[in-house]
Nanobody, 122 residues
């Protein structure tokens, strides 16, 4: 069983930054592609960023390109989401997820964290 635990969410003013972390346990972390998703109230969960098992490929959502970056440290079983120039519309619960292959679709990911709230005030 794979377990994912996110941290680093909080309240930040527009234009600010946050870094989310997701620690994975239970299986070999480097076997998995990792993704970050978010879900705002009343909206469907959407893809934000994804990274391949070795960091060689990265997928971005257009809405975050140039502002958010994803990275991973396989020695620490951790994937990161660095969020800069935050906007109120970035407010959502952010989830990390693990998949056998890099994808932008929610259904491709088998394991999910519990989510961490990010709130951006204007």
């Amino acid at each position: 069983q794979v377990q994912l635990v996110e941290s680093g969410g909080g309240l930040v003013q527009a234009g600010g930054s946050l870094r989310l972390s997701c620690v994975v346990s239970g299986r070999t972390f480097s076997n998995y592609a990792m993704g970050w998703f978010r879900q705002a109230p009343g909206k469907e969960r959407e893809f934000v960023l994804g990274i391949s098992w070795n960091g060689g490929r990265i997928f971005y959502a257009d809405s975050v390109k140039g502002r958010f970056t994803i990275s991973r440290d396989n020695a620490k079983n951790t994937v990161y989401l660095q969020m800069n120039s935050l906007k109120p519309e970035d407010t959502a619960v952010y989830y990390c997820a693990a998949s056998n292959y890099l994808s932008t679709t929610t259904s491709s990911y088998d394991y999910w964290g519990q989510g961490t709230q990010v709130t951006v005030s204007s």
